[in-house]
């Protein structure tokens, strides 16, 4: 039993069957308070449903009740003010406020701790963490979705080169290729939502690993906590980080699409592109050349993707080979998600600021569109409804591009003489199939890039994102203080 609170001879919680001091270094080294105090008001908060568990359970007075949640809540205050003493010594986050609750109120205060351990109250703390930043994230990660489909919206009609191999492909619509980001972070969102609702459920009440002889109620900390339900398997309970590797996925996965869209606009924004420009706001300048914007914000968020996947792989490594139950490499489990939270939530803020700002050179786009023989396979489909297969198309258009590139022309400035000697086929109606605007229009497939397409993508988006709007509301990104 962690008993020992007298300050003259040991501050340590389990002082009773020490008789030598911990080494300093090993204090230090064994030491996550600089880390978990960011857990305090969560740690405070399922204190406050563990005690009243206890006292509607009769394992605590009211009066004993009454007093250690008013203590916890003065601490809190003090939290909150900021004017509370964190002390390394102490360990952690858990024993320093439940040391100071006994400092303040008395011996007391030690009876919180029963039918508890740290083991399933820092698995409490980091859910309950983990959901207050997953929703705040959810809100920025519909801000930014928003300013997606606003982007796309405004510029809905200008056609860009679309690549793959980063080599000119087909023209697509400038709005088309934002929507495919929307889809990319919608599937994020909806990630982010199935790691939250796979998390919530609660650990407490399973202490240290086997559960309690005590006669506890699970169910009543669960709810007042708003957890969904209470962990099945007490041993699972304590030694699950799985829903803190869910979040590391989310966030890796989350990144890596912010990092793609990074990478774009910073090729769209050099001078051999010259797509888009982006907002002064969100660039810097060089120190020698003046004549430099640099796409700083879109480097380093393409950078942070690199560390939020390093917190992700960090933590997979330290839980591979774990036995069950508790062991202390799992306080090594907040660091990388904190900093991946962190991480997140600025990147996102800071794209849904800068995609406001962001100028569309539409006439640079349409430019690029025409060169680089991007209505090819339209002549070949062409040839195809007239009747030729499609493979011998592909390589009659192959001869027409490769006469284009020794003459340096481009495939709808040949002569319909130039053609017909090549495939007697093509005829004065081709001029109407190679323009880029019929290209595109003609792409009219489900999901494609005709306007018609694309409009309804964003329509639907619009519809989609007011659904949501209606479930995330600021207040869920509200202190959990109450
Ligand atoms: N600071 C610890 C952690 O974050 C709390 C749990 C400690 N439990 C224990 N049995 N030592 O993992």
Redesign the pocket.
């Known amino acids: 039993m962690e008993k020992d609170f007298d300050q003259a001879t040991s501050k340590r919680m389990w002082g009773g069957r020490f008789s030598g001091d911990t080494d300093a270094l090993v204090e230090v080294f064994g030491s996550?308070i600089e880390v978990?105090k960011r857990m305090a008001l969560e740690d405070i908060e399922g204190s406050l449903a563990h005690a009243s568990m206890l006292m509607a359970q009769n394992i605590l007075s009211e009066q004993e009740c009454d007093l250690i949640c008013k203590g916890l809540q003065a601490i809190r205050d003090d939290i909150i003010a900021e004017r509370f003493v964190w002390n390394t010594a102490l360990?952690?986050?858990?024993?320093n406020i439940e040391h100071e609750l006994t400092r303040r109120i008395g011996p007391i205060g030690g009876k919180l701790h029963t039918a508890r351990?740290?083991?399933d109250?820092?698995s409490t703390d980091?859910r309950l963490w983990l959901r207050r930043a997953s929703e705040r994230i959810a809100l920025e990660l519909y801000t930014f979705r928003s300013e997606l489909v606003k982007i796309a919206q405004s510029h809905l009609n200008v056609v860009m080169p679309g690549y793959t191999h980063l080599q000119v492909a087909q023209p697509v619509l400038f709005s088309h290729h934002i929507m495919a980001y929307y889809s990319m972070f919608s599937r994020d969102a909806e990630r982010l939502s199935q790691a939250q609702k796979r998390m919530n459920v609660s650990p407490l009440g399973s202490c240290?690993l086997a559960g309690t002889g005590f006669n506890i109620d699970r169910g009543e900390t669960a709810s007042k906590l708003g957890f969904d339900g209470v962990a099945m398997n007490s041993m699972d309970a304590v030694s699950d980080r799985d829903f803190v590797l869910d979040y590391l996925s989310v966030f890796s996965i989350l990144m890596i699409h912010l990092s793609r869209l990074s990478e774009e606009f910073i090729l769209w924004s050099s001078q051999e592109f010259g797509f888009i420009s982006l907002p002064d706001s969100h660039a810097t300048g060089s120190s020698i050349m003046p004549q430099k914007k640099n796409p700083d914000m879109c480097e380093l968020i393409r950078g942070k993707a690199g560390r939020v996947c390093g917190n992700f792989m960090a933590l997979l490594m330290t839980m591979k080979g774990l036995p069950l139950s508790?062991n202390?490499d799992?306080?090594?489990?907040?660091e990388g998600v904190f900093d991946a939270v962190d991480t997140v939530e600025m990147s996102l803020q800071i794209y849904s600021s800068m995609l406001s700002g962001i100028k569309v050179n539409a006439d640079r786009m349409r430019q690029a569109a025409e060169s680089g023989f991007s209505n090819a396979t339209d002549l070949a489909d062409y040839l195809s409804t007239k009747g030729m297969p499609f493979r011998e198309a592909h390589e009659v258009v192959g001869r027409l591009v490769a006469i284009c590139l020794s003459e340096g022309i481009t495939l709808e400035s040949l002569s319909i003489q130039q053609m017909q000697e090549v495939s007697p086929l093509i005829e004065d109606d081709i001029k109407d199939y190679l323009t880029l605007d019929a290209v595109v229009g003609a792409r009219r497939s489900a999901g494609g890039t005709a306007p018609k397409e694309v409009k309804n993508q964003i329509a639907f988006a619009i519809k989609e994102l007011s659904s949501e709007a209606e479930i995330l509301t600021p207040a869920q990104t509200q202190s959990f203080v109450h």
């Open positions: 996550s978990d360990e952690d986050v858990h024993m351990s740290r083991n109250q820092v980091l240290a508790y202390k799992m306080q090594e489990d907040k």
